[in-house]
């Protein structure tokens, strides 16, 4: 997991890309797509942690629901 957090550099990179018309299509692609590979791992913990807290039902659903969002 720590591993990914470096990659988080990647978001607004993509977004300064993005809006200010920086590189092709593909390269902006690129970019974005590797951004959202340490977003889907916060996501994932950030949905373990807090099932921690709100039970078993409540977490079941989160990760359900959130889940989905991750793959």
């Known amino acids: 997991m720590k591993f990914l957090y470096p990659l988080l550099v990647l978001v607004p990179i993509a977004l300064v890309m993005e ?14 797509a ?7 791992a916060v996501l994932g913990r950030a949905t373990e942690e807090t099932a921690i807290y709100t039970g078993p039902k409540i977490g079941a659903l ?6 989905n969002a991750r793959s």
């Open 62 to 67: 989160l990760n359900a629901t959130l889940g």
């Open 19 to 32: 809006f200010g018309h920086i590189g092709g299509h593909s390269a902006i692609f690129v970019v974005s």
């Open 34 to 40: 590797l951004a959202l590979v340490p977003l889907a």
